[in-house]
């Protein structure tokens, strides 16, 4: 399985069904599809999602199930395609479709202690031992369903506006999640006895959870409008200086009130602050003096 980067590299057994030795460390693929997105956010939903769950395994209703389970970590991770396969469950949730799987030993612990004694009632069993029943295929899509509405409670809630609290999830049909596919991994424990749940996120899903992760600026803020290229959206002022005249100091004191200065109107300058950039002709149209024929300086 491959590991996002802002969580612990994982080993063949943390992969849904793997049961092989720690080799070495996946290596990351970077995903050109994921370019620009908030995918270093995603740490930041996992541990929304660990406190959801974890509040949830404190209510009755699951601990009837659960028993004394607790979360230990929520993880996110992407299938290589070299994971052994397992016992898939598929439920509608929101835009998309969320998986739904959890190791075998989990299901039978927490089916010994739905319908056994409770807790510590029957030494661990083992898998092979145990034919698969209806019970136990019940049990899974009741667990399921517990489970996947925390998860698609936690998507909308980030969402703006979205809901708080999804309804019951409905069963649909689905298949084995393909390479690549987001997987969020959840290490659950009671005691010595530690297994694996793990949720499959579609496309449309995972888009939800990134789209909820980015920063309140980003989702309230509206996309500008591009008219046209930058030059033509640039607006700068321009200053047109009509005539200037050079007169001595002394004829400058001895101006008295109608006296005329006489000048001569030709081009006028076209100045950007303090650069002279064009020169114009200046002209009248409808009473006011305007500016044509520009030329460059140069």
């Not at 959801?52 to 395994?57: F, I, K, M, P």
């Not at 739905?114 to 510590?120: T, V």
């Not at 008295?256 to 602050?273: F, N, Q, T, Y």
């Amino acid at each position: 399985m491959t590991t996002l980067q802002t969580t612990a590299p994982q080993d063949p057994a943390a992969s849904p069904g793997g049961n092989g030795p720690a080799s070495q460390p996946a290596r990351e693929i970077l995903d050109p599809c994921l370019l620009g997105r908030p995918v270093h956010r995603l740490p930041q939903f996992a541990v929304q999602l660990r406190d959801d769950l974890v509040a949830a395994l404190r209510h009755g209703t699951f601990r009837r199930y659960w028993g004394s389970y607790q979360i230990e970590s929520v993880a996110f991770s992407r299938l290589d395609g070299s994971e052994e396969r397992a016992r898939w469950q598929h439920f509608a949730a929101g835009s998309g479709v969320i998986g739904f799987a959890l190791e075998r030993k989990v299901l039978l612990a927490v089916l010994n202690y739905r319908y056994g004694r409770g807790k510590g009632s029957e030494p661990v069993v083992d898998e092979a031992a145990v034919r698969v029943t209806a019970t136990e295929e019940r049990l899974s899509v009741a667990l399921g369903q517990q489970m996947t509405v925390i998860a698609a409670s936690r998507i909308a809630a980030n969402l703006p506006g979205g809901p708080a609290v999804v309804a019951p999830l409905a069963v649909v049909a689905g298949s084995q999640p393909g390479k690549g596919t987001w997987i969020v991994t959840v290490q659950v424990r009671d005691g010595d006895a530690a297994g694996k749940v793990w949720f499959a996120l579609d496309k449309n899903l995972m888009s939800d959870v990134l789209r909820g992760l980015l920063p309140e600026r980003d989702t309230g803020k509206p996309a500008p409008r591009h008219t046209g290229p930058l030059a033509q959206r640039l607006e700068v002022a321009l200053n047109g200086r009509l005539v200037s005249k050079e007169v001595t100091l002394g004829a400058l004191f001895d101006l008295r009130v109608g006296d005329v200065i006489p000048v001569s109107l030709h081009r006028a300058d076209v100045m950007l602050e303090e650069s002279r950039l064009f020169t114009a002709a200046v002209t009248e149209h409808k009473g006011k003096l305007c500016l044509t024929s520009f030329e460059d300086i140069e």
